[in-house]
C-alpha cells in the first residue's frame, strides 16, 4: 500500500479513497461479507421458488426482508445521529452472522420451513434498517478530504456490485452442487472478516445531535429539511421510483430462467452476475471521475439506460443477447443511485447526515419490498414480460421527471458547493458543478 501512488497513476485516481487506513479495512471487510450476502440472497430466493413454485411468493420474501427498511430506517436515522455509529455496525454484523448461522441449521437439520425463511427474513430486514443508514453515514468519517468522498461512495458502491457479481456466480454453481445450505454456512463465516477490520479500526466517537434530543422530534426535522429542500426532495423521489418499479426486476429473473433458459439455477446465477458486472463497471465509472460535475444529469441518462435495458431484456430469447442486456441495466441503475448519494452526501448538513441517509436508505431499499409484491403480483397475473416491459417504461418515466426539475435543482445546489469549497469558488467552473452552465454577466 505504501507504494501506491494515490492520485498519482491512474489506478491511483481510481482508488484514492483507499489511502485512509480506515477506509481500507472497511473496504476489504465489506467485499467479503457482501460476497457472502449475495450469496446467501440468491439461495434464499432459489429455495424459496423451489419449495413453492410461485412468483408471488417471492414477492413475498422480499417484502418480508426489506419492508422494515421502510418502517424502522427513519427512526434509525435519528439514532444514527445520537449514537455511536462505529459500535452500531459491529453490533449489526454480528447479529447478521447470527441470523446466516440459524438458516444453515435449519436448513442441514431438514426441519426449514417457509415460515423459518419469512421470520428471519423479517429479522434480516431489521438489522439492515439500522445497518445502511448508518454505513452510508460512516463512509464520510473514513475520509479525510472532503474531495475524496465521491470517490469513497463510488468505491463503496464497486464492492457492493463486485459482490454482485462473484456472489451469485458462485451460488448458482453451489446451489446446482450441493444445494442452498452451503451458501448460508459461507455467508455466516463472511462476516468474520467485517467485525474484525471494524474492531481494528482507530476512530473518534461522533455525534451529530444531543443524545437527549426527543426521537420524534429529531425525526420531524429531518422530514422537514428533507421536503423543503428541493434537490433532497426529488433525489429521494427518482431513487423511490427506481426502487418501487425498476429493482424489483430480480425477482423476476427466476421466471424467465423458468420459462425461457429451462429452469437451470446456473443461468439464474448467471443473468444476476451479469447485472453485478454492469453494476460494477457503473461504479468504476463513477469512482474514475474527478469532479462531482455533471452528476444530475448521468441521473437522467442512467435512468433511461436502466429503463431501456429492461425493456429489450422482456424481448430477448438468446441467453447472450439477455446477459448484455441486464449488464445494461445493471450499469444504468447504480449509476442514478450512487450519484443521487453521492449529491446527497455532499449538501447535506453534517448534523442531518444520519437522518438524511436514513431517508435515502427508505427510498432505495425500504420501497423494494412493496414493489416486490406489486411486481410478484402483477407477472402472476399478466406474466414476466409485460411486467418487466412495465418496470422499464417506469425508470424512463422517473427519468423525464427527474430532468424536467433540473434548474431548481441546480440553482439550489450552487450556492453550497460554493459554501463548502468543493470546487474552488476563483474557478469558473464553480458554476458549473452538476451540470450547471455558468451565468454570463
Not at 437522518?355 to 432505495?364: C, G, H, L, V
Request: aromatic fraction near 12%; proline fraction near 3%; charge should be positive.
Amino acid at each position: 500500500m505504501k507504494n501506491i501512488k494515490w492520485g498519482k497513476t491512474e489506478f491511483g485516481f481510481v482508488v484514492r479513497a483507499l489511502r485512509y487506513r480506515n477506509y481500507r479495512l472497511f473496504f476489504g471487510g465489506q467485499a467479503v461479507s457482501l460476497i457472502g450476502t449475495w450469496m446467501q440472497g440468491i439461495a434464499v430466493s432459489w429455495l424459496v421458488f423451489r419449495m413453492t413454485n410461485s412468483v408471488l411468493m417471492l414477492g413475498a420474501i422480499g417484502f418480508a426482508s426489506q419492508v422494515p427498511a421502510f418502517l424502522a430506517t427513519p427512526f434509525a436515522g435519528v439514532m444514527v445521529d445520537k449514537w455511536d455509529r462505529h459500535k452500531v455496525l459491529i453490533i449489526t454484523q454480528v447479529l447478521a452472522m447470527a441470523q446466516a448461522a440459524i438458516l444453515a441449521i435449519l436448513f442441514f437439520t431438514n426441519t426449514i420451513t417457509l415460515w423459518h425463511v419469512v421470520a428471519l427474513s423479517i429479522f434480516l430486514g431489521l438489522i439492515s434498517a439500522f445497518e445502511m443508514p448508518t454505513r452510508h453515514a460512516f463512509v464520510v468519517e473514513l475520509v479525510d478530504r472532503k474531495e475524496d468522498l465521491g470517490n469513497a461512495i463510488a468505491l463503496n458502491s464497486s464492492i457492493f456490485n463486485g459482490a454482485r457479481f462473484v456472489g451469485p456466480f458462485f451460488a448458482g454453481l453451489l446451489i446446482a452442487l450441493s444445494g442452498e445450505g452451503i451458501c448460508f454456512i459461507l455467508n455466516a463465516l463472511s462476516y468474520v472478516a467485517v467485525i474484525a477490520a471494524l474492531c481494528a479500526m482507530r476512530v473518534q466517537v461522533k455525534r451529530e445531535m444531543p443524545r437527549d434530543t426527543h426521537v420524534l422530534q429529531g425525526l420531524k426535522d429531518g422530514f422537514k429539511y428533507a421536503a423543503d429542500f428541493a434537490p433532497i426532495r426529488y433525489i429521494l423521489t427518482i431513487v423511490g421510483v427506481g426502487s418501487f418499479l425498476g429493482m424489483p426486476y430480480a425477482i423476476l429473473l427466476p421466471v424467465f430462467t423458468r420459462d425461457v433458459f429451462h429452469d437451470d439455477p446456473r443461468i439464474f446465477g448467471f443473468l444476476m452476475a451479469a447485472s453485478g458486472i454492469g453494476a460494477l463497471a457503473g461504479a468504476i465509472y463513477l469512482a474514475s471521475r474527478k469532479t462531482v460535475r455533471g452528476l444530475t444529469k448521468k441521473i437522467v441518462s442512467a435512468s433511461f439506460l436502466f429503463g431501456i435495458g429492461l425493456m429489450l431484456f422482456a424481448f430477448s430469447r438468446s441467453l447472450w443477447l439477455s446477459l448484455v442486456l441486464i449488464l445494461l441495466a445493471g450499469f444504468g441503475m447504480i449509476v442514478q443511485m450512487a450519484s443521487c448519494n453521492t449529491i446527497l452526501q455532499t449538501i447535506v448538513d453534517d448534523n442531518k447526515r444520519g437522518r438524511i441517509m436514513s431517508f435515502y436508505t427508505m427510498a432505495f431499499i425500504g420501497m423494494v419490498p412493496f414493489g416486490s409484491l406489486l411486481i410478484g403480483a402483477l407477472a402472476q397475473r399478466i406474466g414476466g414480460q409485460p411486467t418487466m416491459l412495465i418496470s422499464g417504461l417506469s425508470c424512463i418515466a422517473g427519468g423525464v421527471f427527474f430532468a424536467s426539475k433540473l434548474p431548481e435543482i441546480r440553482k439550489a445546489i450552487r450556492p453550497i458547493y460554493e459554501r463548502k469549497g468543493i470546487i474552488p469558488i476563483e474557478n469558473a467552473e464553480v458554476e458549473s458543478t452538476v451540470g450547471i452552465v455558468p451565468r454570463k454577466n
